[in-house]
């Protein structure tokens, strides 16, 4: 059996348009694959594939948004393409990594009035 048979249904480094995206986890679960071993499966907001996690992409959400996957619906993450060695040859995947923190924008000062002997009002 190929590998892209086992993960035929999987979301592919392709979809994501060779640029980040941000996206919400809507649910989860853990399958087998061909080879006995258990996957944890993301399904998102964004696309009807779902993501099969590698321990790499688990163990990096799982440092974002706490160890206990249950609570990961309604989360967010971004997930980029990037390629990786596999088996002697390098292959496209998907990574993770946290959303950036937004900086609040600082207020612009107001212009001086008139009259207020230079103080700033705000």
Known sequence: MKIDDI?????????????ERVVTITGGEVRKVEDGKKKLVLSFAEYSQPLFLNVTNARKIATIHGDEATLWKGKQIVLYPTETDFGGRMVDCIRVKAVPVQE????AAQAQQPGSGGAVRF
Not at 11 to 18: D, R
């Open 7 to 19: 993960y035929a249904c999987s979301l592919k480094a392709a979809a994501l348009g060779g640029e």
């Open 104 to 107: 609040p924008q600082q207020p």
